[in-house]
């Protein structure tokens, strides 16, 4: 079922109308808090899973760089650059132009990486998980350990905002996604998303299944545990994400910075709060990400968003078609798309800053000026 977006400049519903509109209209000048979370598997790694990096070395920087940039902007001589893409540029441009103009506090979170951030960061004690085609993916201990860290964290940074934006950094993690939406029984093949202008569906399939036959989860929707699947084929941040929302939520509104990624951790809090019956309040969660990926004709986002059920699923009309900068019109055939709340961020400088799309996109592209003349100045 498709359902049709309702106009505006800035934000579109294309889920859940009423109750999109009614969250957009609950935290209309709030200001937010942004919480990005960053996480590692070792999916990333396959040879063409993702273009989040051009290679698989560069992938497994990828989230510590987009960290160091979202902290610090642009600098002369950064520790970890932004990894070259085969095209575009890295959303966490979008990121930092927008909680640097509207100074909206951020905390970066480490569920689970190769090695340490250059900058400050909350180390969770998680680790890097395995490849989904494993079936091993992390201990259980580790994700009930995020989960616990999700709920502390979740309450604590609650109390400082109105709402909190909950982003993501993890290379390969819309492969996670597919396989933890396949474990909870949904029909997610071929509606994910992916950093490339064609999603690589066959791809993402081939490894979900592997992982999911050899954890003994099949394609069927399975009696055990959603931490036991987290575990079996998940990453670490997805667990945590849903632990800081279920906790979150009980003190005011939470935005999923995300897409695919973001709808499974959704489905996962949603089954985590089932099972364990938690008090939470799924009407204070929307999903926030960008048209691009509300819109890419080779997934189904709102279809697989219409299946789940429940959430809404907003998008910021951010559009790159006039821009001067060749790195940004990549987005618009297909490059990229999301990444380190993107959407999100780009959803609160609509709602907190009063900006609209136009607005939004100079904010950015002076940001990438100056990341221009930082890189000239270095070299």
Not at 9 to 19: K, M, N, P
Not at 38 to 54: C, D, K, M, Q
Not at 75 to 89: I, K
Not at 90 to 113: K, N, W
């Amino acid at each position: 079922m498709t359902l049709k977006p309702t106009d505006g400049e800035s934000i579109r519903v294309y889920t859940q109308l009423e109750r999109g509109r009614q969250w957009l209209e609950r935290y209309r000048g709030k200001p937010p808090v942004f919480a990005c979370i960053l996480g590692f598997t070792e999916t990333g790694l396959i040879p063409g899973i993702s273009a989040a990096g051009r290679t698989p070395e560069d992938r497994r920087y990828t989230a510590i760089a987009d960290a160091e940039f979202l902290m610090d902007g642009p600098t002369p001589h950064p520790r970890y650059p932004l990894p070259p893409l085969d095209a575009g540029a890295s959303p966490v441009l979008i990121s930092r132009a927008a909680i640097e103009a509207l100074a909206i506090p951020v905390h970066l979170f480490d569920t689970g990486l190769p090695q340490p951030p250059s900058v400050r960061a909350i180390d969770l004690g998680g680790i890097p998980a395995r490849c989904v085609s494993t079936g091993k993916a992390m201990d259980l201990e580790t994700v009930e350990h995020l989960l616990e860290q999700g709920f502390r964290w979740g309450e604590q940074l609650a109390a400082g905002g109105s709402y909190l934006i909950l982003g993501e950094c993890v290379v390969g993690g819309t492969t996670t996604a597919l396989a933890v939406l396949t474990g909870l029984g949904f029909a997610a093949t071929g509606k994910v998303n992916s950093s490339h202008p064609t999603c690589n569906h066959t791809q993402k399939w081939n490894v979900v299944c592997r992982g999911l036959q050899r954890s003994g989860f099949g394609s069927e929707k399975s009696a055990r545990s959603p931490l036991e699947l987290v575990a079996a084929v998940g990453d670490p941040m997805q667990v945590m994400v849903a632990g800081m929302a279920i906790a979150a939520s009980r003190i005011g509104g939470v935005l999923l910075a995300g897409g695919t990624q973001m709808l499974a951790v959704y489905a996962l809090t949603r089954a985590i709060a089932r099972e364990a019956a938690l008090p939470w309040q799924p009407e204070e969660i929307a999903v926030g990400t960008t048209r691009w990926v509300a819109e890419d004709p080779t997934g189904d986002t709102c279809g697989l968003a219409c299946e789940i059920g429940t959430v809404p699923l907003l998008a910021t009309q951010l559009n790159f078609q006039t821009s001067s900068y060749a790195q940004l019109q990549a987005y618009e055939r297909g490059y990229v798309k999301e990444g380190v709340g993107a959407g999100g961020c780009s959803i609160a400088a609509h709602l907190y800053g009063g900006w609209n799309s136009q607005r939004l996109l100079r904010e950015i592209e002076v940001l990438a000026l100056r990341k221009v003349r930082m890189e000239c100045n270095g070299s």
